[in-house]
C-alpha cells in the first residue's frame, strides 16, 4: 500500500495507521455506507498520504464526531436485521473477548437468538419477558444474539433457557466463542441481564474504535 512505501520503516507508525484503517472501515460497513461514498472516502485518504498530510489527527483516516455517533446508534440497535453487517460485526466483537491470540476456523458459523422471536405461550421466556413492547426491544439487538459453530435448529431455538445453554450452545461440554459462554454463564435471562451485557459489549467496541 502507498502508506508502507512511504513509511517503510516506521512499524510504530504502521501499526496505528492498519488500526485506524480497521476503524475507518468497520465504521463505513456498519453505517452502510454506498461504494460511491467508500470509493471517495479511500480517495481522499489515498490523496492525503502522497501528500504527506497528517493523518492521525484529522483528515480521512479520522471518523468525525457525527460519524462516531451515528456506528453507536446502529451498534445499539437491532443488529440482526443488518444481513450484511450482523456475522462479521459479531465476529469481531468475539475477537475481542477471546483470549489474545486465539483464533477460531470453522466451516459454519451461525447467529442464534438468546431470547427467541416467536416464544411459546406459558414458557419461562414469556414469565422474563411479559411485557411485549420490551420484548421486541431486545429480540434482535447485540445483548441477545451468540455465535454457533453449526447450523440453526429451528426447533431447538424456542426450548428454554437452561436446554439451549447446555445441549445447542455447546458441543462436548464447551462452546468455541467467547460471545456465547458468556451466556453460558449466566443462570437466567431478563431485561436486566440483556441491559447489562449490551453495555459491556457496546463499550468494548466502543474503547476499541474508540468511538467517544
Do not use: C
Not at 67 to 95: A, N, T, W
Not at 161 to 183: D, E, H, I, W
Not at 186 to 200: A, F, G, I, M, N
Amino acid at each position: 500500500m502507498e502508506y508502507f512505501k512511504r513509511n517503510p520503516d516506521d512499524q510504530s507508525s504502521a501499526l496505528r495507521f492498519l488500526r485506524d484503517l480497521e476503524r475507518l472501515a468497520y465504521g463505513l460497513f456498519i453505517r452502510r455506507a454506498d461504494i460511491n461514498r467508500r470509493i471517495r472516502r479511500y480517495a481522499d485518504l489515498l490523496r492525503a498520504i502522497k501528500g504527506g498530510s497528517e493523518l492521525f489527527t484529522d483528515g480521512p483516516l479520522q471518523l468525525s464526531s457525527d460519524e462516531k455517533s451515528e456506528i453507536l446508534e446502529k451498534l445499539d440497535g437491532p443488529i440482526y436485521s443488518q444481513l450484511r453487517v450482523r456475522r462479521q460485526l459479531m465476529l469481531r466483537l468475539d475477537s475481542l473477548l477471546a483470549d489474545e491470540g486465539v483464533t477460531f476456523q470453522h466451516k459454519v458459523v451461525s447467529i442464534e437468538h438468546v431470547l427467541p422471536q416467536n416464544p411459546k405461550s406459558g414458557s419461562k421466556w414469556l414469565e422474563w419477558f411479559p411485557d411485549e413492547e420490551i420484548r421486541n426491544h431486545w429480540t434482535h439487538r447485540l445483548a441477545n444474539l451468540v455465535l454457533l459453530s453449526r447450523r440453526k435448529n429451528s426447533q431447538a431455538n424456542n426450548r428454554d433457557f437452561n436446554y439451549k445453554k447446555t445441549a445447542y450452545f455447546m458441543r462436548g461440554g464447551v462452546s468455541p466463542f467467547a460471545l456465547t459462554t458468556q451466556v453460558i454463564n449466566e443462570d437466567k435471562w431478563t431485561p436486566d441481564v440483556l441491559e447489562r451485557r449490551q453495555e459491556y459489549l457496546i463499550n468494548k467496541l466502543k474503547k476499541e474504535w474508540r468511538l467517544d
